[in-house]
């Protein structure tokens, strides 16, 4: 091998090199994993309400059986569209306002679960019904005559009756 061929391999080698090398430093290949890892966690909550909108319209009975998709009520409602992405809650929205970790009404984020007082059986700050908080100031619940709906959060109503919200993804 001449030193001219040589020189053209060890060249073409070292270009290749630094070509790999900058795209690695300018946070190509590498910083792709830890993107991917960051919208997987964000986009959880979007996919529990994406989901959860499938079911629009579904008719609301209180006291639904968890076993069917065919009616809900809030908490069936919630147990189902949660479960399929991993997270086992328990049957009452009373029993779903102690699981997780506690979030304040300005730190809400897509999937977390928004729980009111409201209706016959509320007296005030206990839990009576459950939605989930789909961002932009929307709740996706299921109550009374529209079924599965989605409602305004900062509603006279809604915000009146607001007393907590969990995280649980």
């Known amino acids: 091998m001449n030193r001219h061929t040589l020189?053209?391999?060890?060249?073409?080698i070292g270009i290749a090199s630094t070509i790999g090398f900058g795209t690695l430093l300018a946070g190509g290949a590498e910083a792709a994993p830890v993107q991917q890892a960051e919208s997987t966690a964000v986009s959880k909550g979007t996919q529990v309400v994406n989901y959860g909108k499938k079911f629009m319209g579904t008719p609301y009975k209180f006291g639904a059986s968890t076993s069917t998709t065919r009616v809900f009520d809030c908490s069936s409602f919630m147990k189902h569209i949660f479960k399929k992405y991993g997270v086992t809650l328990p049957r009452t929205s009373a029993q779903q306002s102690k699981v997780g970790v506690?979030?304040?009404k300005?730190?809400?984020?897509?999937g977390d679960l928004v729980f009111f007082s409201s209706g016959s059986r509320s007296t005030g700050k206990n839990v009576t019904h459950v939605a989930v908080y789909m961002g932009n100031g929307k709740i996706l619940h299921t109550y009374g005559k529209p079924g599965v709906t989605v409602s305004n959060l900062n509603s006279s109503f809604w915000k009146k009756a607001?007393?907590?919200?969990?995280?649980v993804l």
């Open 7 to 12: 020189f053209q391999k060890v060249l073409t």
């Open 102 to 104: 506690a979030v304040s």
């Open 106 to 110: 300005s730190n809400l984020k897509a």
């Open 162 to 167: 607001y007393v907590k919200a969990r995280r």
